[in-house]
């Protein structure tokens, strides 16, 4: 909170209002519900993927055969990210994510991943190339800013975007995906409440997101006193 890291704008997770809600708004535009719908199917089809060589095998590791896998191919086929790059830059994310023997992040690789560096030729691409993607969208989104004027986003701030989604999407799911195979293994009876009532689950990735919240190092200044 004191490294006196400059964010770029668009990471909404260091933005107060009225540009928080405005990048956040944006972001809003994007993950419609009909559209994280739509691709239910194909998460599934990546879960299917990553379990169906491990059954019969006796077990697996639920982070490297799972956790890692679905969330990295997930946003990264949101995003319009080519399958065969995804795991390089998951790995490039991971690395921006490491914290030193003293407990602090590695600085370079923080603000690399902060500001989206390693996607400007994928943005390039797609800026003569659009598809049905978020990144394409992220490209063409018109919006009114803090400023009143009507624009698109700037490149580094597609970039922002980008870098932040791409971290979010494979980091903090990932995390998620491994409290929650702990967590029902420390509580056996919440488990099998689950698997006698699978329409309880929504409501157990609700409680799993608060008590063992998946991304425990982002901290913000609060801008009054609170209790």
């Known amino acids: 909170i004191k490294s006196g890291i400059e964010i770029p704008p668009g990471s909404i997770l260091f933005e107060d209002p009225p540009a ?5 708004g944006l972001l809003a535009r994007v993950f419609t519900p009909r559209k994280m719908n739509a691709i239910d ?7 299917a993927r990553s379990l169906d060589p491990h059954v019969g095998s006796g077990g697996f ?4 055969d ?11 086929m949101l995003l319009g990210i080519p399958e065969e790059d995804q795991e390089a830059i998951r790995d490039r994310i991971d690395q921006g994510m490491h914290l030193s023997a003293d407990g602090m992040p590695d600085r370079e690789a923080n603000v690399s991943t902060t500001m989206g560096d390693g996607f400007e030729e994928y943005i390039e691409w797609r800026s003569t190339h659009p598809s049905d993607d978020l990144m394409t969208e992220l490209l063409n989104a018109e919006f009114e800013d803090e400023t009143g004027e009507m624009r698109k986003l700037s490149r580094q701030e597609v970039l922002s975007y980008v870098g932040l989604l791409a971290a979010a999407g494979n ?3 990932t995390r998620l995906v491994g409290w929650t195979g702990k ?3 420390e509580h056996p009876e919440q488990r099998a409440e689950l698997v006698a009532d699978r329409s309880l689950i ?3 990735i609700e409680e799993l997101l608060r008590f063992e919240a998946p991304s425990p190092v982002q901290a913000r200044y609060v801008t009054k006193d609170v209790e």
């Open 41 to 47: 199917p194909k998460v599934r089809e990546f879960c």
């Open 171 to 173: 980091e903090t799911t």
């Open 202 to 204: 929504p409501g157990a």
């Open 183 to 185: 967590v029902l293994a």
């Open 61 to 64: 590791d639920f982070i490297r």
């Open 20 to 24: 928080h809600d405005l990048h956040r």
């Open 66 to 76: 799972l956790g890692a896998q679905m969330p990295m191919r997930t946003i990264g």
